[in-house]
């Protein structure tokens, strides 16, 4: 038998990794069948597959941009909300009062009552209308607020309970 | 080796768009397929395919490499053309088979389809088979993937994929020789 083997691998060779993906031929022949087309008749557009690393690049590049336009806007929202707080409790301060233009005077009993029936809504858009044209001068201050109360009413009032919408 | 080397170079920031182009020539016309396969439209296939290669480019960094880089793009690109049927079906409101016929009838007006009846009724046939059948079918009689990089991929053992494989040659062969 060894004499045999022997003789056959000096007369005849097989093509490298022969043996080794023998089974794995097999199966695949075994597997194919003649009534089954290999053919599917399914098509793509001319030049789809060579344009297709362009187009998906400026896709990559696109959401990056968008995503650090959102991350922008947020930062200014966040900023717009912070700036509202410190105006309000300046304003809601008992005792405090603001004129408006007309001469009318708010106050701090109508303005908590309209905030705790959830009139405000803060969106960028509707904080940078409602307060278009009222200058930080027509606010009367009569008793300015130390900045240890800012700082502790900003910490017991979580800002996560208002709305936030980014556009 | 060249595997480890372009995960390497994908994972740092100084060569990731470079390696990640090169990424995308190397398995964009096989991954192609391999989802035109599963939704059968070219349009859906762009969309998915390229919803494959953004979600293999934001998670480069969580690829553990205990699987080959192609069988991870893969199992990528198997699951968001799944997850893109589910999606069609439910709004829809189809069952998955419904799903499925609607595509075949959608697949006869379809300008990149140019199948004559037997590529018509091979693909009916390949319609009926149930999910995971249809998969391995697809995967093995066109892709001509190993069982091994199929059990990665498909998770499942690779007895299980040679017992489906077999019983989905058989539906097909029966489907397409009956008169």
């Known amino acids: 038998m060894e004499r045999k083997t022997s003789k056959n691998n000096k007369d005849f060779s097989v093509p490298k990794n022969y043996f080794s993906s023998f089974?794995?031929?097999?199966?695949?022949?075994?597997?194919?069948?003649?009534?089954?087309?290999?053919?599917?008749?399914?098509?793509?557009?001319d030049g789809y597959l060579d344009e297709f690393s362009g187009r998906l690049w400026n896709k990559i590049?696109?959401?990056?941009?968008?995503a650090r336009t959102t991350k922008v806007r947020l930062f200014y929202a966040m900023s717009s909300i912070a700036a509202i707080l410190i105006l309000g409790f300046i304003i809601l301060k008992p005792g405090n009062t603001m004129v408006t233009e007309q001469g009318e005077e708010l106050t701090t009993f109508d303005i908590n009552s309209y905030?705790?029936?959830?009139?405000?809504?803060?969106?960028?858009?509707?904080?940078?209308e409602t307060f278009e044209g009222v200058s930080l001068e027509d606010i009367q201050m009569t008793d300015p607020i130390p900045r240890e109360e800012i700082i502790e009413y900003l910490n017991q009032n979580n800002i996560d309970n208002y709305t936030l919408t980014v556009e | 080796?060249?595997?480890?080397?372009?995960?390497?170079?994908?994972?740092?920031?100084?060569?990731?768009?470079?390696?990640?182009?090169?990424?995308v020539e190397k398995y964009k016309e096989r991954l192609y397929w391999h989802i035109r396969r599963i939704v059968l439209d070219h349009d859906d296939t762009d969309d998915v395919l390229q919803n494959t290669f953004i979600k293999v480019y934001r998670n480069i960094?969580?690829?553990?490499?205990?699987?080959?880089?192609?069988?991870?793009?893969?199992?990528?690109?198997?699951?968001e053309a799944l997850s893109f049927l589910q999606k069609r079906a439910k709004f829809y409101d189809n069952t998955s088979d419904e799903l499925q016929q609607k595509m075949i009838e959608n697949l006869k007006a379809d300008a990149y389809f140019d199948g004559d009846e037997i590529q018509m009724k091979l693909q009916q046939a390949i319609a009926t088979l149930p999910e995971k059948q249809r998969?391995?079918?697809?995967?093995?009689?066109?892709?001509?993937?190993?069982?091994?990089?199929?059990?990665?991929?498909?998770?499942?053992?690779?007895?299980?994929?040679?017992?489906?494989?077999?019983?989905?040659?058989?539906?097909?062969?029966?489907?397409?020789?009956?008169?």
């Not at chain 1, 590049?61 to 968008?66: F, I, L, M, T, V």
């Not at chain 2, 080796?1 to 990424?23: G, N, P, R, V, Y």
């Open chain 2, 1 to 23: 080796m060249q595997d480890s080397i372009a995960i390497k170079e994908l994972k740092s920031s100084t060569t990731q768009e470079k390696a990640f182009k090169d990424l």
């Open chain 2, 61 to 79: 960094q969580t690829f553990k490499e205990d699987s080959a880089i192609y069988t991870w793009m893969y199992r990528i690109a198997t699951n």
């Open chain 2, 135 to 179: 998969l391995v079918f697809n995967m093995k009689y066109f892709e001509e993937l190993k069982y091994e990089d199929m059990s990665s991929i498909l998770e499942t053992s690779v007895g299980a994929l040679k017992a489906s494989y077999h019983h989905a040659v058989k539906k097909i062969e029966m489907q397409l020789t009956k008169l």
């Open chain 1, 61 to 66: 590049n696109q959401k990056r941009s968008s």
């Open chain 1, 115 to 128: 905030i705790e029936e959830g009139f405000i809504n803060l969106n960028t858009y509707d904080i940078i």
């Open chain 1, 23 to 45: 089974n794995e031929r097999l199966e695949s022949r075994i597997g194919t069948s003649e009534a089954i087309p290999k053919a599917t008749g399914f098509m793509v557009p």
